[in-house]
């Protein structure tokens, strides 16, 4: 695999909560274009594992721009919902990217499924799968996980997408709770992260 540091990197997401998320855990020196920098749309994702969808999304927008493309493909996993939403965590938000709708889609199926779902531990995990894809068809895929329970309710205002309703293990408040600084400590991304750290 390539040794030398990547200086620019294209990150594969139109969603701009990961992309702020991404752009924090990297070195400043490093210079990062996006999909709106070339007007670019996501491609499908037809995979069934967060690797394959992160592989399609690097892979597709690399050779579009002919750089090197860091994407992520991540979201929530709840073991009574059969680890749903899964893969289809950003699908349950909408063509709006509305995380409301998704939070309240969560808490109709736990509720759907078990009336007294607020009863007992509801245990989760957020994955994260990175790819780096190289212009010249090289690519490395590396997953990160942070075990957990979903909250009773809609706790907290940060982060993005599921975090509010995600309490990591050993933790007393969700990911929504939290100040960027602590979650990025912890969080599935930043274990993902550490395995592909020495690229850049």
Avoid at 38 to 66: H, R, V
Avoid at 72 to 95: C, F, Q, T, V
Avoid at 111 to 122: D, F, P, S, V
Avoid at 129 to 143: C, H, Q
Wanted: charged residues 30%; contains cysteine; proline residues 4%.
């Amino acid at each position: 695999m390539k040794k030398e540091k990547i200086l620019n990197l294209f990150i594969g997401s139109n969603n701009q909560g990961k992309i702020k998320e991404i752009k924090d855990l990297l070195p400043k020196k490093i210079e990062i274009l996006t999909p709106k920098n070339f007007n670019l749309s996501s491609p499908i994702e037809n995979g069934k594992t967060f690797e394959e969808n992160s592989f399609i999304k690097a892979k597709f927008f690399s050779k579009k721009t002919k750089m090197i493309c860091l994407s992520d493909d991540s979201g929530l996993e709840i073991d009574s919902l059969n680890k749903l939403p899964g893969i289809y965590s950003a699908r349950w938000s909408g063509k709006k990217d509305n995380f409301n709708l998704a939070i309240k889609k969560v808490y109709r199926e736990l509720k759907k499924n078990n009336l007294n779902w607020n009863q007992t531990k509801q245990t989760a995990r957020f994955i994260c799968a990175l790819t780096i894809y190289w212009p010249d068809n090289k690519f490395v895929s590396v997953r990160g996980t942070i075990e957990g329970t979903i909250a009773k309710f809609k706790k907290g205002n940060n982060g993005f997408g599921y975090d509010p309703i995600f309490i990591p293990l050993n933790k007393k408040i969700t990911f929504g709770q939290m100040k960027s600084k602590e979650k990025y400590k912890i969080d599935h991304r930043i274990r993902a992260f550490r395995k592909i750290k020495k690229f850049f």
